[in-house]
């Protein structure tokens, strides 16, 4: 491995000098500057970024925890993030913790020994508080995205979970369906509690029966337990739910693939309309209708904030900002009720 003494042999300069070039620092003159840069590319020496950091007291890393990459929100918070990072000149490491609260820990133990300068995360539950806190006794700033954390200081990217889910129920209110589904997410994750709040509120303000047996509680994981809307089907047409709010895009996927599977149409026979898009999907077959959160924002604006207390530009109170979602109507909802 090529070293800074190798580079200061070759371009007949001390190491100090040599340092100082991938350094950018001290008083140089531009001939040994390009000399010793000659030398560099030649050689093709790379810096040992490990030893930077403790000149610069930074690594210039930064991480993004997110639940589930295979979930097309997230993918494209990671593709904000890492954009981000790349235009500032950070490198960003990808941590998914597929909604376990365990590995989540182990990512975090992991970061901090690495030495990260900050991180990027959506916390998988209530429960993380404690990873949280490590984070803050080391001092390494972070962002939270997507999802809120009571009682920790910092910074947030959020969605308005009550706005997606008012404007994705009031308009199959306004379509004439009153028997309501919700499919929703832990209850321990604070997306499913602000969805599942909205859902029973909004239900309330149009003085539409709440009934416990329409309300289902399963995993946002895609490779979880599926717990089943069959109790919610396998009922007189007059009994069921003539329409299934999923809580997010993965749910809403299965409880399509359900009702198929018991030759019910989606949305002849039960509406289905969903939190998040599935935009991949939707560019071939524009079918869910969903309340659509910006995703790239997410992770660009989390990690910008997070860089911003990096590298202490940040105002001294922390900020939140509040994306808002949009309605995008599709065939899932199908027509008015006549």
């Known amino acids: 491995m090529t070293t800074i003494y190798d580079i200061a042999k070759k371009a007949n300069v001390s190491p100090m000098t040599v340092s100082r070039?991938?350094?950018?620092?001290?008083?140089?003159?531009?001939?040994?500057?390009?000399?010793?840069?000659?030398?560099?590319?030649?050689?093709?020496?790379?810096?040992?970024?490990?030893?930077?950091s403790l000149n610069i007291k930074k690594t210039k890393l930064l991480s993004l925890i997110i639940t589930d990459i295979t979930n097309p929100f997230f993918?494209?918070?990671?593709?904000?993030?890492?954009?981000?990072?790349?235009?500032?000149?950070?490198?960003?490491i990808l941590c998914n913790t597929d909604e376990n609260y365990e590995k989540e820990s182990e990512y975090i133990n992991a970061l901090i020994s690495k030495r990260v300068d900050g991180v990027i995360i959506a916390p998988t539950g209530d429960q993380s508080t404690k990873n949280?806190?490590?984070?803050?006794?080391?001092?390494?700033?972070?962002?939270?995205?997507d999802r809120q954390i009571e009682d920790v200081s910092c910074d947030r990217v959020l969605g308005d979970n009550y706005e997606g889910t008012k404007l994705l129920l009031q308009h199959l209110i306004d379509?004439?369906?009153?028997?309501?589904?919700?499919?929703?997410?832990?209850?321990?994750?604070?997306?499913?509690?602000?969805?599942?709040?909205?859902?029973?509120?909004?239900?309330?303000?149009?003085?539409?029966?709440?009934?416990?047996?329409?309300?289902?509680?399963?995993h946002y994981k895609q490779e979880k337990q599926w717990n089943g809307i069959a109790h919610l089907v396998n009922?007189?047409?007059?009994?069921r739910p003539t329409a299934i709010f999923a809580a997010n895009n993965f749910i809403a996927i299965k409880i399509i693939k359900s009702l198929r599977e018991k030759k019910i149409k989606v949305p002849e026979d039960i509406a289905v309309v969903c939190f998040d898009d599935l935009e991949l999907f939707s560019d071939f077959d524009p079918f869910l209708t969903v309340s659509s959160q910006p995703a790239y924002d997410f992770g660009y604006l989390g990690t910008q904030l997070v860089i911003e207390r990096v590298d202490e530009v940040g105002p001294a109170d922390y900020r939140t900002i509040n994306l808002k979602p949009e309605l995008v109507i599709r065939k899932s909802s199908g027509t008015p009720i006549k």
Do not use: W
């Open 175 to 218: 379509y004439g369906h009153q028997r309501i589904a919700m499919v929703h997410g832990p209850l321990t994750i604070s997306t499913s509690k602000e969805r599942y709040q909205a859902y029973i509120e909004t239900l309330k303000i149009n003085d539409l029966k709440i009934d416990p047996a329409f309300l289902v509680e399963t």
């Open 132 to 145: 949280l806190k490590k984070l803050i006794k080391n001092r390494i700033p972070f962002t939270l995205i």
């Open 75 to 92: 993918t494209k918070v990671a593709r904000g993030a890492a954009d981000k990072a790349n235009q500032m000149g950070y490198q960003l």
């Open 235 to 239: 009922v007189s047409p007059a009994d």
């Open 21 to 52: 070039v991938i350094n950018n620092k001290g008083n140089i003159s531009e001939k040994t500057r390009e000399k010793v840069e000659a030398v560099i590319k030649e050689l093709n020496y790379i810096p040992n970024s490990a030893a930077q």
